[in-house]
């Protein structure tokens, strides 16, 4: 019968020589192969020790950011969550209370946050949607882990520390138009960054 991608090889079966039934030639063929392959460039490295370079817009772990004053810049009003093609963004919201300015931005915070990496693409959609600049993508790589509960990040490893030097760098992910846009201060609605 034809093939129909014109791949199939017809076997032949057959006799070998006394060479072939010797099998040297085939074993020397083979460590030639293995030999070559040792001074070539390595294609891996060795992880975690060594890393590769990262695009400035890899799309890696999440942050949630804080304003230059540190309060958490989240509103929780959920459009990251209605954004989100894999529906791993829950959140509960609840109103801030007095004197709680300098933790929380708007008079609204996610109480709640939680991200299921498990169910994340990472595709990026979320801080997209983000009206407050909060939740951005980072070049940080989501561990490993055994248990598929311990995917689930919540507040405590998604907002970024409250310590200024420790804060998540997220500035590489935006585009020069960005940038120059929260140069004017009449246009932004959300200058603090
Ligand atoms: S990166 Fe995409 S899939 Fe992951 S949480 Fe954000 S919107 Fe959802
Ligand atoms: S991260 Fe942004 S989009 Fe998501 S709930 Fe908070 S403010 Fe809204």
Redesign the pocket.
Do not use: H, N
């Given at each position: 019968m034809q093939s129909l991608t014109g791949r199939s090889r017809i076997v032949v079966n057959k006799k070998m020589n006394f060479m072939e039934k010797l099998y040297l030639p085939a074993v020397m063929g083979g460590l030639m192969i293995t030999i070559r392959h040792l001074f070539r460039r390595k294609v891996t490295v060795s992880y975690p020790e060594q890393t590769r370079p990262f695009s400035p817009v890899y799309r890696g772990m999440h942050v949630?950011k804080r304003d230059e004053n540190g309060a958490e810049?989240?509103?929780?009003?959920?459009?990251?969550?209605?954004?989100c093609p894999a529906e791993a963004?829950t959140?509960e919201?609840a109103e801030r209370k007095k004197g709680e300015e300098r933790l929380y931005r708007?008079e609204k915070y996610?109480k709640v946050?939680e991200i299921n990496m498990l169910r994340c693409i990472f595709c990026g959609l979320?801080?997209e949607?983000?009206?407050?600049?909060?939740?951005f993508l980072t070049n940080r790589i989501t561990p490993a882990d055994y248990k598929r509960e311990n995917f689930v990040y919540g507040k405590d490893r998604l907002v970024e520390p409250f310590d200024p030097s420790k804060r998540v760098d997220v500035s590489e992910r935006q585009t020069t138009q960005v940038k120059e846009f929260k140069k004017h201060k009449e246009y932004t609605h959300n200058r603090l960054f």
């Open positions: 949630l810049r989240c509103t929780a009003c959920g459009l990251c969550a209605v954004a963004i959140m919201a708007e996610a946050y979320c801080e949607a983000c009206p407050k600049e909060s939740i």
